[in-house]
């Protein structure tokens, strides 16, 4: 069993930035690829952004190249989405995700989910 809990969410104004961490506890974190998903209001889960487990690999989806970071630190089995130059159509629950070793865009492939973390950017 993993459990994840999102942190750093909250209100800011476009062109703002702000870092989201998910803290992980259980078996063992180095060996889960993560992942950060988002749902806006009326809108399906879409992919953000997927680290494998010795964050060499990284994937991206388009709207967040270039303005997303994801990070870990397998130390403190946490893993972090650095988000700068934020847009009001970057509004949405943040969801950070465990999956297995191989690292995917796929949200059918994470077996973990967190909570969520809202993220409100205002125009």
């Known amino acids: 069993q993993v459990q994840l809990v999102e942190s750093g969410g909250g209100l800011v104004q476009a062109g703002g930035s702000l870092r989201l961490s998910c803290a992980a506890s259980?078996?063992?974190?180095?060996?889960?690829?993560m992942g950060w998903f988002r749902q806006a209001p009326g809108k399906e889960r879409e992919f953000v952004a997927a680290?494998?487990?010795?964050?060499?690999?990284?994937y991206y989806t388009g709207s967040a190249k270039g303005r997303f970071t994801i990070s870990r630190d397998n130390a403190k089995k946490t893993v972090y989405l650095q988000m700068n130059s934020l847009k009001p159509g970057d509004t949405a629950v943040y969801y950070c995700a465990a999956a297995g070793v191989v690292v995917t865009t796929r949200a059918m492939e994470y077996e973990y989910w967190g909570q969520g973390a809202q993220v409100t950017v205002s125009s």
């Open positions: 680290i494998s487990g010795s964050g060499g690999i990284t």
């Open positions: 259980g078996r063992t974190f180095s060996s889960n690829s």
